[in-house]
C-alpha cells in the first residue's frame, strides 16, 4: 500500500520520465543538418544518429519487465534515469558521428528502460478502479514533448549550439533521480522467473543484422554484397526465433499471440503501415532545411501542425472507427497516409508557407487516426494471459518499424543522390529530386499496408471494450 505522498507524486515522476523520451524523440531532427556541418558529414547520412536509439529500445523493451522484476522496479528507474543522462552528456561531448552514434546508444539504453519500467510500477501500485485516471495523465507529456521538440531544437541550435540539444535532459535527469530516490517503491515481481535468453539473442541478432544491411547499403560503409548477406543473415536469425518460440515452453514472444486474428493483422500492419510515417520525423525537418533551404528554427515551427493535427483527431477518432469500421478505415486511412507522404513530392521551394503548414495538418490528422485504429485493433482482443507479451511486442514492433522507415529513408536518399546527373540545373534541384523520389518510394510503401488491412473482415473488431488505445 503506497502512503498518500508516494501516491500522488509517482505519476508526475513517471510523467518526467515519459517527457523526457518523448522531447528527445523529436528536438533532435531538427538539428541533424547543423550537426552533420559540425560533425563534417552529409546531412543526408545523419540517419545513423536516430537508428541508433531507436533501435537499441526495440532490443530492450523485451528485458525490460524482467529486469525490473529482477532488481526492483526502484533500481531499474534509478538506472534508466542515470544511463539515459549520462547517454546525453556523451552526446554532448562526441567530437565526431561514431563517437555520436556509440552515445545513443548509451542513451537508448535507458530510454528502453524508463517508460516501461514506470508504467509497470503504476500497474502494480494502483488498484484498476484508478490506472485509467493515473495513466492518462502520464501520457499528457507524450503530447507536449513532440510539440515542443521540433521548435525548440531549431531555437536551440541558432542562439547556442547543437549540443545543448542533449545538455538539456542534464537537469530534467537529476529532478528525475531525487525524485525517483524519494517517491519511487521498491516493487518486485514473482521470485525466479526465467528470462528466454536463447529467444532475445536469436530475436535482438535478426532486428541488428536487417538493420545494418540497409543502413550499410545507404553509407557505403560495407559493400552491396555483405549489406545483403547481412540482410540475410538477419532473416535467418529471426526464422531460427520463430521455430525456437514454437518449441519452448516459455518463449519471449508466444506464437499463440498469432492465434488471434485481429492481432496478427495488426501487428503486420503496424510493421509496413509505420515503415513511411516512422521515416517522416526524420525526413521532414530534413527535406524543410537542405531541400528548401529554412532556417532551423522555422523548420522546426513548421514541424508543429503535424502535431496538432494528431492532437485534434484523437478527440473524433474513436466514433469514426465505430461508424465505419476497422476494416473501411484502416484500408482507406492508409492508402491516404501514403499519398500524403507521396505527395511532398510536389512541394519545392515556390510552394507558399501556408500552404505547406495546411498539409503538415491535414498529414497529422491522417497520421493520427492510422496509429490509433491500428493499436486499437492490436490490443483489443487480448486476454489477461496474453496481454503484457502482446503489448511488449507491438512497443517492438513499432520501435523497429520506425528505425527501419528512416533507414529505408537513408538509403533511397543515398541512392537517389547518386543517380543524379550533371545535366541537372542546380545543386538545389538535385537536391529536391532525391527527396521527390524518396517521398514517392515512402509514399508507395505505406500504401502497400491497406492490403494487409483489407483481409479483416467487413464487420471484424476486437470483442473487447471499444476505447481507442493511443500509443501513437
Not at 485504429?373 to 511488449?392: Q, Y
Request: aromatic residues 8%; charged residues 10%.
Amino acid at each position: 500500500m503506497l502512503d498518500p505522498t508516494t501516491k500522488r507524486l509517482l505519476p508526475w515522476v513517471v510523467a518526467i520520465a515519459f517527457f523526457m523520451q518523448t522531447l528527445d524523440g523529436t528536438i533532435l531532427n531538427t538539428t541533424l543538418p547543423t550537426m552533420a556541418r559540425d560533425l563534417g558529414e552529409s546531412p543526408l547520412r545523419m540517419q545513423s544518429v536516430v537508428i541508433a536509439y531507436m533501435l537499441t529500445v526495440a532490443l530492450l523493451i523485451p528485458a525490460s519487465g524482467w529486469l525490473a522484476d529482477r532488481f526492483g522496479t526502484r533500481r531499474a528507474f534509478l538506472a534508466a534515469i542515470v544511463l539515459f543522462s549520462l547517454g546525453s552528456l556523451l552526446c554532448a561531448l562526441s567530437p565526431s558521428l561514431p563517437w555520436l552514434v556509440a552515445a545513443r546508444v548509451v542513451q537508448g539504453i535507458g530510454g528502453a528502460l524508463l517508460l516501461p519500467v514506470g508504467r509497470l510500477t503504476i500497474l502494480r501500485a494502483y488498484p484498476r478502479r484508478e490506472l485509467l485516471k493515473v495513466l492518462s495523465f502520464v501520457t499528457i507529456p507524450g503530447l507536449v514533448g513532440p510539440l515542443i521538440g521540433p521548435p525548440l531544437g531549431g531555437w536551440l541550435v541558432e542562439v547556442a549550439s547543437w549540443h545543448w540539444v542533449f545538455l538539456i535532459n542534464l537537469p530534467v535527469g537529476v529532478l528525475g533521480v531525487f525524485a525517483a530516490l524519494r517517491v519511487m517503491p521498491d516493487l518486485r515481481g514473482a521470485a525466479g522467473q526465467r528470462f528466454d535468453w536463447p529467444g532475445f539473442v536469436m530475436f535482438s541478432l535478426g532486428l541488428v543484422l536487417v538493420t545494418l544491411g540497409l543502413q550499410g547499403l545507404d553509407e557505403h560503409a560495407v559493400s552491396a554484397v555483405l549489406a545483403i548477406l547481412l540482410v540475410v543473415g538477419g532473416l535467418a536469425a529471426m526464422a531460427a526465433y520463430w521455430v525456437h518460440a514454437a518449441r519452448a515452453a516459455k518463449p519471449l514472444f508466444s506464437l499463440t499471440l498469432f492465434e488471434i486474428p485481429t492481432f496478427s493483422v495488426g501487428i503486420l500492419g503496424n510493421l509496413f503501415a509505420r515503415l513511411g510515417s516512422g521515416a517522416m520525423p526524420f525526413l521532414t525537418p530534413l527535406f524543410l532545411q537542405v531541400g528548401l533551404g529554412y532556417s532551423p528554427s522555422v523548420a522546426g515551427l513548421t514541424m508543429v501542425p503535424a502535431v496538432v493535427g494528431a492532437m485534434l483527431i484523437k478527440f473524433v477518432a474513436e466514433p469514426v472507427i465505430g461508424r465505419f469500421g476497422y476494416r473501411r478505415v484502416l484500408v482507406v486511412n492508409t492508402l491516404l497516409l501514403g499519398s500524403f507522404i507521396a505527395g511532398f513530392s510536389r512541394v519545392d521551394a515556390g510552394t507558399p508557407h501556408a500552404l505547406i503548414l495546411l498539409y503538415l495538418g491535414l498529414f497529422g490528422v491522417v497520421n493520427s487516426m492510422q496509429f490509433s485504429a491500428m493499436n486499437t485493433l492490436t490490443l483489443g482482443d487480448l486476454d489477461d494471459v496474453r496481454a503484457s507479451a502482446g503489448n511488449s511486442l507491438l512497443s517492438v514492433v513499432m520501435q523497429l518499424s520506425m528505425s527501419l522507415g528512416v533507414a529505408a529513408a537513408g538509403a533511397l536518399l543515398a541512392a537517389f543522390a547518386v543517380s543524379t546527373t550533371p545535366a541537372m540545373a542546380s545543386r538545389s534541384a538535385e537536391l529536391l529530386h532525391t527527396f521527390h523520389a524518396t517521398y514517392l518510394c515512402m509514399g508507395a510503401l505505406s500504401a502497400l499496408a491497406a492490403g494487409i488491412f483489407f483481409q479483416l473482415g467487413r464487420r471484424e473488431r476486437p470483442t473487447g471494450p471499444a476505447t481507442v488505445i493511443d500509443q501513437s
